[in-house]
């Protein structure tokens, strides 16, 4: 397998563009990565790669045989998940990645309970409110809250999620309750941002009567954490907008009230996002499978009638 594995290597070093990247994304140092490479290079008695201490540029001969060695690998994923599919065992890591409120509420809690369903899988959870790039990350699924335009990744819908307004009773106190969209922005009510670097201005489409309307809105609190806007306004610092299942504890014990409700927020999405290749794999048809179905009764607890 020693083959095989220097051609994982060569495949993730070219497809991340950074030795050390690819290193950690193999489970290895940059030294064990070098070699790796050094060796396929000595084998093939070409050059894959032009690397200098601050760069790293594949050659012709690494593009062409790039194209040949991801054909490789994936007649191997391919023919290793038809077995493990037959012999009802799967096994080896799955690369998950979501937003930080979705994974600590809805994918976290069920990881173990799928190790103790397939003990021989082990489930890498990466959770962060940027944007992922699942091909370069070397991602199997990653979940998503959001609409999705246009994605050359095989999307598959797992709940629709409604979405409100809210603030803390205090803010309400010593703010006043905004009725709708206009007011919120004439009135200058604190809005809590989830803010992402290169992000711009901030506006909340909202559903009136004359259709969907963008509203620009402001606030002195921002964040690229979810969570860290939800405990915001749970201090009575502004208006948050979440989908519902995310602050539905504490809009049942008045932390939290809905406002703005003449114009709620246009409803979301979650969805799982996978390459189509990764999803013949068993293991990871069974992680989204399991994830999904787990995500489904948490939503459907935290309904609000």
Not at 10 to 19: A, C, I, P, S, T
Not at 32 to 37: D, G, M, Q, T
Not at 104 to 130: C, G, N, T, W
Not at 208 to 222: A, D, L, Q
Request: with cysteine; glycine share 6%; aromatic share 6%.
């Amino acid at each position: 397998m020693s083959y095989v594995n220097n051609i994982r290597m060569f495949v993730r070093v070219y497809e991340l563009g950074n030795m050390s990247a690819a290193a950690r994304d193999q489970r290895t140092s940059p030294a064990v990565a070098s070699a790796r490479i050094s060796e396929l290079e000595k084998h093939l008695g070409v050059r894959l790669f032009n690397r200098t201490t601050r760069s790293l540029q594949a050659t012709e001969n690494g593009r062409i045989f790039f194209d040949g060695a991801r054909k490789i690998l994936d007649s191997i994923d391919e023919a290793e998940a038809a077995v493990m599919d037959v012999t009802q065992n799967p096994r080896g890591t799955i690369f998950v990645a979501a937003p930080l409120g979705i994974g600590r509420r809805l994918i976290a809690p069920h990881v173990p309970m799928f190790k103790d369903l397939y003990p021989q899988i082990e489930v890498r959870l990466r959770l962060s409110d940027r944007s992922i790039d699942v091909v370069s990350e070397g991602i199997d699924v990653a979940f998503h809250l959001g609409l999705l335009d246009d994605s050359t990744l095989k999307v598959q819908l797992i709940a629709d999620c409604p979405r409100l307004l809210c603030a803390a009773p205090s803010y309400i106190e010593r703010r006043g309750m905004p009725l709708d969209g206009a007011q919120l922005v004439a009135e200058r009510h604190d809005c809590l941002n989830l803010r992402f670097p290169g992000a711009k201005e901030f506006q909340w489409t909202l559903e009136t009567p004359e259709g969907p309307r963008r509203f620009e809105i402001s606030g002195p609190y921002e964040s690229d954490d979810g969570d860290v806007l939800t405990g915001w306004a749970l201090d009575g610092r502004g208006i948050v907008m979440k989908p519902i299942f995310d602050v539905a504890d504490h809009l049942r014990a008045g932390r939290l009230v809905p406002v703005a409700t003449a114009t709620p927020p246009l409803p979301t999405q979650l969805s799982s996002l996978s390459q189509h290749r990764r999803l013949k794999d068993p293991k990871v048809r069974l992680f989204t499978e399991f994830m999904a179905g787990k995500i489904k009764e948490e939503m459907r607890r935290a309904t609000l009638g």
